[in-house]
């Protein structure tokens, strides 16, 4: 693969994250969405809509919530990465009412492009050290 295809890979997963976290812009994400997309940590495949749905309960439970690429890889149809969000808690999350508190959290992300769309994401993301700040 090129550096130009890989290069463009990478992009479409930052453009993603802009889409889905760092704003909310649904045209872009049924755009960047491939039409038998499977997102692993959830454990099925989920529609454009089903990730639209989640992008706005993100930004409903977490105001200003942004994701930063800290390394991003990309080798054949891969790109991996380690992001940190950050946002503030104005939401339930999990049974945890809202605090109000600032928070952080990283996690590794990889994603498989084909056909120039995301078909696949596999994500580890620390939802628990996420839980210890909502709950300390």
């Given amino acids: 693969m090129s550096n130009t295809s ?10 993603h994250y802009d889409a889905v976290t760092n704003g909310h812009d649904p045209d872009a994400i049924r755009a960047q969405i491939a039409p038998d997309f499977f997102d692993h940590a959830a454990g099925k495949r989920m529609s454009a ?4 749905a989640h992008s706005a309960a993100m930004h409903e439970t977490f105001a200003n919530l942004t994701a930063v690429a800290e390394s991003l890889v ?8 380690r992001f940190v969000w950050r946002g503030r808690h104005r939401g339930p999350w999990r049974g945890i ?13 990889f994603w498989r492009i084909q056909d120039g769309r995301i078909s696949e994401r596999w994500a580890e993301i620390d939802f628990a050290g996420l839980e210890r700040q909502l709950r300390g």
């Fill in 6 to 15: 890989l290069d463009a890979n990478k992009a479409l997963v930052l453009a």
């Fill in 97 to 109: 009412a809202p605090t109000g508190h600032h928070v952080e959290f990283r996690g590794m992300t």
């Fill in 49 to 52: 809509e089903e990730v639209i």
């Fill in 74 to 81: 990309a080798e054949r149809d891969l790109v991996a990465g």
